[in-house]
């Protein structure tokens, strides 16, 4: 097939379930009509490395291609990707399903759909009906942080609107999300073996050191911060009340930093800070 030639559309199109992922509908249709899942991809998209690729990036010709093959419109198809989604939010999307919500995921197909909403390392309640959401075998595992309930679930509104409709207050949730798991010293200094439980979410919500503690729960890095489902009313508990506090919890937060970390917290914290000051500034330019 020529790059760009209008696919042919498929005899039999299966409909897609509320908040089906992209690669998911496609798999769905690879197992209908019998053949591997890239295959599939390729016969509209040559082009196509991989599912996961597709999840993440489309263009517009792209999506016009799927629609074409799939008998929907190009729209339908960009909200089924994560085209959209915030570039600074793209860290908090996971690789394979980590969650569930057992009342919107349908459970009497084969293969069973996969819901955007199961990647979101964001979320912790489903965004189709509002329950909380289950691990990703269907468990409710107990939260340790359930008096961060309200603050949670406002962290979790800030990071949703800043990911999928690039709304923001004075900062960047997502970036605030990554400063809070750095690395902090604590006083008396722990033992060396100790040191990968202290994070700098740890000094606004204190029960964290002791749950990590008694759960020996590593935290992941800045780098891909999606924490399990049980820690992470945590982290987003941790979003809200910094951005509720304004610039001057992150300067004082780095007074729990030491060294080169130290330096690295300050410079991303000014960094963040400088931006909202520009664009309050802006913001007071236009309405002079």
Not at 154 to 162: K, M, N, S, T
Not at 206 to 213: F, G, R, S
Not at 214 to 227: H, S, V
Request: net charge positive; hydrophobic share 40%; proline share 9%.
């Amino acid at each position: 097939m020529i790059e760009n030639t209008p696919p042919r559309q498929l005899p039999v199109c299966l409909p897609p379930h509320s908040d089906e992922l992209l690669s998911s509908w496609i798999s769905r249709h690879a197992a209908f009509y019998a053949v591997p899942p890239l295959v599939m991809l390729r016969h509209c998209l040559p082009e196509a490395s991989a599912l996961r690729a597709t999840d993440l990036q489309l263009s517009s010709d792209q999506e016009i291609r799927l629609a074409n093959m799939f008998a929907t419109e190009p729209a339908v198809v960009r909200r089924m990707a994560f085209t959209n989604v915030a570039q600074s939010s793209r860290r908090l999307i996971a690789a394979r399903p980590t969650q569930i919500c057992t009342s919107c995921s349908p459970a009497y197909t084969e293969p069973a759909p996969i819901l955007r909403s199961q990647l979101l390392g964001w979320r912790i309640t489903c965004p189709l009906c509002g329950s909380q959401l289950l691990d990703a075998v269907g468990r409710e595992l107990p939260c340790p942080f359930r008096q961060y309930c309200a603050a949670a679930l406002h962290g979790e509104r800030l990071l949703d609107d800043e990911a999928e409709r690039d709304i923001r207050t004075w900062a960047s949730p997502s970036e605030i999300a990554r400063l809070l798991l750095m690395r902090r010293m604590t006083w008396p200094p722990p033992r060396e073996e100790n040191l990968w439980r202290f994070r700098v979410l740890g000094a606004i919500v204190p029960d964290l050191d002791h749950v990590i503690a008694e759960q020996q729960e590593n935290l992941p890095t800045p780098a891909k911060p999606i924490l399990p489902l049980q820690l992470r009313p945590a982290l987003l508990a941790g979003v809200a009340i910094v951005e509720r506090a304004g610039p001057e919890m992150l300067r004082m937060l780095r007074g729990h930093m030491m060294g080169d970390n130290r330096v690295r917290f300050t410079d991303a914290a000014e960094n963040i800070i400088a931006r909202a000051h520009r664009s309050n500034v802006s913001s007071q330019m236009h309405l002079i």
